[in-house]
């Protein structure tokens, strides 16, 4: 029997406990501020994260990959290095429940390129999922009714290019493990923001150190929680509870940081939920190989 379908409690549970991760990494990022440019931040999280790929280095160095692979590698660390850099800059402008609802968008993004680069059928339901999923981010940003700032342009940019870096991913894991994939993408973003953050460097004080550090490790620890979901219980069952990613980020916004509540938000992200849900759960029924991925595994 497959045990995914039989411990439902534990996958919930487990991904109840990334999503809460996942904002306490957008609140240390929130904390961070804005003295740091965004591309050195995402570069010190980066280098600093490297630490915890010693377990893999001796795979690293075993590997040997064609330039297919190779290319598959650099084309996701160029495509992830923008998406973490605006994603940075985003953190620190606008509010972290706008961050984190906008970031929804990047599974649906993901179904998109699936049907336009990798021959996926996009059927009428999941269409008009899409569709509910856009009309969703328009109810988040209300253009017309209130400014959208370049914060949240460069969120609608992050979620597009985190999907595409998970396709990329999707392809790459054909001929290298997991494992790799993970290593391999964390030493191309260091060495794609590193030029970026040398152009306008600022001496970090050793507390923004810590905090970055803390952000990779959460990052890291995350994923881990995240994997432990998948294993307890199939994605139908853990992807509706990442809307509880979207409350703690309201709470935390309100009690943390004094941001305000704006319904608006709340009602857009549970629309891209609930579409990305869709999606998952049809992808499910069809029982084919999923493409459209939960919503944390586009995270850094």
Known sequence: MDTQATRPGWGIFWMVVTGMLFVGVTALVKFLGTRIPAPQAAFLRYL?????????????????????????????????????ALWFYAMARIPIADVTAMNYLSPVYVTIGAALFLGETLALRRIMAVVAALI????????????????????????????????????????????????????????????????????????????????????????????????AAPLTVTQPVTFLQLVWAVLLGALVFDEGVDLFVILGGSVIVGAVSFISWREARLKRRAVTPPVPATKV
């Open 48 to 84: 600093l994260g490297l630490v915890f790929l010693i377990p893999v280095l001796g795979s690293l160095r075993r590997a040997n990959f064609d330039r297919t692979t190779w290319a598959l590698f650099a084309g996701r660390g160029l495509a992830h290095t923008v998406g973490v």
């Open 136 to 231: 969703g981010a328009l109810i988040i940003l209300r253009p017309g009714f209130r400014e959208v700032g370049p914060g949240h342009l460069a969120m609608l940019f992050t979620a597009i290019f985190f999907g595409a870096s998970y396709l990329i991913a999707k392809r790459a894991s054909a001929s290298a493990s997991p494992g790799i994939v993970v290593a391999m993408l964390s030493i191309a973003v260091t060495i794609g923001l590193a030029p970026v953050a040398l152009m306008n460097w600022v001496p970090p004080t050793w507390g923004e150190l810590a905090i970055l550090m803390a952000v990779a490790l959460i990052a890291t620890v995350g994923h881990y929680t995240m994997t432990l979901a998948f294993r």
